[in-house]
């Protein structure tokens, strides 16, 4: 493990050695090839899909070394994830299906992709009735199989144990889109933001979680979530149906594309989604968070302005903390200019040796990235190739 320190002339970062960002990089170069030596997808375009994602994982994680820098690198992972999962979800629905909408049947027989969004909701109904409402309804026969969804509960877990809330940045799929939207303008449009909007998450997860155990289904599936609009909806058959996709698309339209091209902010992930909430108790298990060394802070709050989830208030830095929301993207740490905002593993100092934390870190992460969305990104390459290959 290397432990040497960031360099810390403000605006004057060497990059580190190539020699040494090559071997910092080579666990991650073995683990991509690995993952992607038998390509998932058939035919030349599943082979190119999988060099092609190999060598991008590879190259961002190199240059997170190289540059000492990581929001920026990570980033275009996580928009490439969140841009091409559509992509490679919508084909494979509609070969299966040939549409988008799902049939209430198909539901209730438990033939729907597993979505970590609802896990939340499953908690209440499941310790009542011993019923796992995924993704449907409980109506005799539906659900996931037990095995299955012990499986894909059991990897969510190890995940969460590990990176808690960061989660939403190095696996969440949905997340993408909007931090792509977010990064497009050069500045906020919309800068004044009430804080009380925080709550939103907190209060959403309440609702859908009690609106889940009265309705025995996954609520927040059925009427709020804003991907609905470009992975699978309740085929509009009706009034009803048609009401909850107008839900879904208003949504998406609102906060995944228009709001954070206005205030530069994960707004469907900070203000909004019920999952990212939950996943933040989670950050109470993880080892790994950023903090603030009060010894260097001037404070400046750039990192407060630089973080998509308004995870950082003035009290929070002067506390030399973040808020729990906090997803570990790295962004706070790249825009201080004094270093001060560090990564760190809980019960060491703070400022000991935040590049070991960082690299901890990252090895955990994008490899859970490499293994997840790495996935996604050459199922979606795949697909765009399949039409010119
Ligand atoms: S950007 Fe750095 S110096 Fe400025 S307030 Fe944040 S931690 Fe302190
Ligand atoms: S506090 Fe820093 S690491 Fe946490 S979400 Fe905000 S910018 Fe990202």
Same mark, same amino acid.
């Given at each position: ?21 090559? %071997? =910092?990089? $080579? @666990?991650? &170069?073995?683990?991509?090839? /690995?993952? *992607?030596?038998? #390509?998932?997808? +058939? !035919? ?76 939340? %909701? =499953?908690? $209440? @109904?499941? &310790?009542?009735?011993?019923? /796992?409402? *995924?993704?449907? #309804?409980?109506? +005799? !026969? ?248």
């Amino acid at each position: 493990m290397a432990s040497e320190a960031r360099p810390v002339q403000p605006g004057q970062i060497a990059p580190r050695s190539i020699g040494r960002s090559v %071997l =910092l990089t $080579l @666990p991650i &170069a073995v683990w991509s090839l /690995l993952m *992607f030596s038998h #390509s998932r997808q +058939p !035919g030349r375009s599943g082979q190119i899909a999988s060099i092609l994602t190999a060598v991008f994982m590879i190259a961002l994680f190199f240059m997170m070394m190289r540059t000492w820098s990581t929001y920026r690198w990570r980033r275009w992972f996580f928009v490439a994830m969140g841009l091409l999962f559509p992509v490679g979800f919508i084909h494979n629905v509609l070969v299966m299906r040939g549409t988008m909408g799902i049939p209430i049947e198909e539901m209730i027989a438990g033939r729907t992709p597993f979505c970590y969004l609802p896990i939340p %909701l =499953l908690i $209440l @109904p499941a &310790a009542f009735t011993k019923t /796992l409402v *995924f993704p449907g #309804s409980i109506l +005799p !026969g539906g659900g996931m199989s037990g095995a299955g969804m012990a499986a894909m509960a059991g990897v969510w877990l190890a995940i969460t144990i590990v990176v808690g809330k960061g989660w939403c940045s190095y696996v969440c799929f949905f997340g993408g889109i909007e931090e792509g939207m977010a990064s497009l303008p050069a500045r906020a449009k919309l800068r004044k933001i009430d804080p009380r909007w925080r709550y939103g998450p907190w209060a959403v997860l309440l609702a859908m979680v009690l609106l889940s155990l009265a309705l025995f289904e996954p609520a927040y599936c059925m009427w709020l979530c804003p991907f609905k609009a470009v992975s699978e909806y309740v085929a509009a058959r009706n009034t009803v149906g048609m009401v909850q996709n107008g839900i879904f698309v208003l949504l998406f339209a609102g906060l995944v594309v228009v709001l954070p091209l206005l205030t530069k902010k994960r707004t469907q992930c900070a203000f909004f989604c019920p999952f990212g909430a939950f996943q933040s108790i989670f950050n109470k298990t993880s080892v790994f968070d950023v903090k603030i060394d009060q010894t260097r802070c001037s404070p400046c709050v750039l990192c407060k302005s630089a973080c998509p989830t308004m995870s950082l208030t003035d009290e929070s830095i002067a506390r030399g903390e973040t808020l729990i929301s906090c997803m570990k993207c790295g962004a706070c740490v790249d825009a201080c200019p004094k270093h001060a905002a560090v990564w760190h593993i809980k019960g060491t100092e703070v400022a000991h040796k935040p590049e070991r934390a960082r690299l901890m870190l990252l090895y955990a992460a994008w490899g859970m990235a490499i293994m997840f969305g790495g996935g996604i990104i050459a199922e979606g390459l795949a697909t765009i190739l399949h039409v010119f290959v």
